[in-house]
Antibody, heavy 120, light 106 residues
């Protein structure tokens, strides 16, 4: 079945970087954009950006530009989110999500989430 | 950026009730709006897309309406499994934005 499986929880110190992976299965990885969304504990959903796995093209929310990078490895159908210069307020669950189609960008399937904790 | 204003933040209801959650966009987004349900510790799941289209497998007690800037999600005949948090999302233009969420509780 269509599935996104993310890497496990991470604990990082302020100023460090984290890289979260999102492995796709059950569909053609290069045919659908992957978006990243995060959620701080008890808070709402915050969109971070998108990546086209076919071209590698990306677009990031203004808030994260300069600190975020979304990449992929098509040979293993895996997308990556890297966030650098971590701050305490980056503590959140990070989700990858696949869009429904090229013309309809609601989220058809989500990863299970990866908790990133920034702590000194 | 398009702001999504969702209300109410919390909604108390009982099994069997009919409830409505609203979402207002700060700009016209046509019908490029989705509704998601999220349960504690889980990723969101889509209920409605294109403002009113029910995703396959979602019970028919869920319905969505609206266009332009005003949207609503209605649940008719609440079931115990429906007590969760609901979010709207506009996907008309980047950056995609979400409403603040509505926690539906007993």
């Amino acid at each position: 079945q269509v599935q996104l499986v993310q890497s496990g929880a991470e604990v990082k110190k302020p100023g460090a970087s984290v890289k979260v992976s999102c492995e796709a299965s059950g569909f053609t990885f290069t045919s659908y954009d992957i978006n990243w969304v995060r959620q701080a504990t008890g808070q709402g959903l915050e969109w971070m950006g998108w990546m086209n796995p076919y071209t590698g093209g990306t677009g990031y929310a203004q808030k994260f530009r300069g600190r975020v990078s979304m990449t992929r490895n098509t040979s293993i159908s895996t997308a990556y989110l890297e966030l650098s210069d971590l701050r305490f307020e980056d503590t959140a669950v990070y989700y990858c999500a696949r869009v429904a189609s090229a013309r309809s960008n609601w989220y058809y399937v989500w990863g299970q989430g990866t908790l990133v904790t920034v702590s000194s | 950026d398009i702001q999504m204003t969702q209300s109410p933040p919390t909604l108390s209801a009982s099994v069997g009730d009919r409830v409505t959650i609203t979402c207002r966009a700060s700009q016209i987004i046509s019908n490029w709006l989705a509704w998601y349900q999220q349960k504690p510790g889980k990723a969101p799941n889509v209920l409605i897309y294109r403002a009113s289209v029910l995703e396959s497998g979602v019970p028919s007690r869920f319905s969505g309406s609206g266009s332009g800037t005003e949207f609503s999600l209605t649940i008719s005949g609440l079931q115990p499994d429906d007590f969760a948090t609901y979010f709207c999302q506009q996907y008309n233009s980047y950056p995609y934005t979400f409403g603040q969420g509505t926690k539906l509780e007993i």
